[in-house]
């Protein structure tokens, strides 16, 4: 069990440390992408220019 100790520290800490726990964490692009194709581009194209739901690079371009 080497997860538990992290998540009573999430758990038991202030809601400013728990912010810092999140921002401290690391992206993962590869790890993103799968989870893109297989939960998101069905709607959204491969592309991320939209289909069924709206385009998400006409959403970030706006900011
Ligand atoms: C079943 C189709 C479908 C799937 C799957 C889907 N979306 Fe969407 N998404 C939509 C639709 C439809 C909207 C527009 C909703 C609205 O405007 O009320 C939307 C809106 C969005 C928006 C807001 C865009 C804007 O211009 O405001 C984002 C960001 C988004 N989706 C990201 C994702 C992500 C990330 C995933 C995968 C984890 C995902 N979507 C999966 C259909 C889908």
């Given at each position: 069990?080497?997860?538990?100790?992290?998540?009573?520290?999430i758990?038991?800490a202030s809601e400013a440390d728990r912010a810092q726990a999140i921002l401290d964490l690391?992206?993962?692009?590869?790890?993103?992408?799968?989870?893109?194709?297989?939960?998101?581009?069905?709607?959204?194209?491969?592309?991320?220019?939209?289909?069924?739901?709206?385009?998400?690079?006409?959403?970030?371009?706006?900011?």
């Amino acid at each position: 069990m080497k997860v538990l100790p992290l998540f009573l520290m999430i758990g038991c800490a202030s809601e400013a440390d728990r912010a810092q726990a999140i921002l401290d964490l690391t992206g993962d692009p590869a790890a993103g992408e799968t989870t893109y194709t297989q939960q998101c581009s069905a709607c959204h194209a491969a592309d991320g220019t939209g289909g069924t739901g709206p385009s998400l690079v006409a959403a970030y371009a706006e900011g």
